[in-house]
């Protein structure tokens, strides 16, 4: 079955930065988009960043610039470079891939706060 295990979050102050990484397994990594997405309370869960299997990116316009995805599918791992992080990026940090006809797999989440 597929499993997405994340890993790399904690309490940071703000400018600082963090690097979230998702193992995969289950799946044949390099044929799929992989995803992270954040849910802050009390907010609904939005996409932050995808990277497409030939590795082309897209971000949410408020971490452009600051966050910075990648892929190395020969470990079958998405990263998630996190810089001048702030108070809003608190939330808690989702790996993701949807796979036609299955629909959407989840990690199981990991809490990103950004205080001092």
């Known amino acids: 079955q597929v499993q997405l295990v994340e890993s790399g979050g904690g309490l940071v102050p703000p400018g600082g930065s963090l690097r979230l990484s998702c193992v995969a397994s289950?799946?044949?990594?390099?044929?799929?988009?992989m995803s992270w997405y954040r849910q802050a309370p009390g907010k609904q869960r939005e996409l932050v960043a995808r990277?497409?299997?030939?590795?082309?990116?897209t971000y949410a316009d408020s971490v452009k610039g600051r966050f910075s995805i990648s892929r190395d599918n020969t470990k079958n791992t998405v990263y998630l470079q996190m810089n001048v992080l702030t108070p809003e990026d608190t939330a808690v940090y989702y790996c993701?891939?949807?796979?036609?006809?299955?629909?959407?797999?989840w990690g199981q989440g990991i809490q990103v706060t950004v205080s001092s």
């Open positions: 993701n891939v949807n796979i036609a006809g299955q629909g959407d797999y």
């Open positions: 289950g799946i044949i990594f390099r044929l799929y988009a």
């Open positions: 990277i497409t299997a030939r590795g082309s990116t």
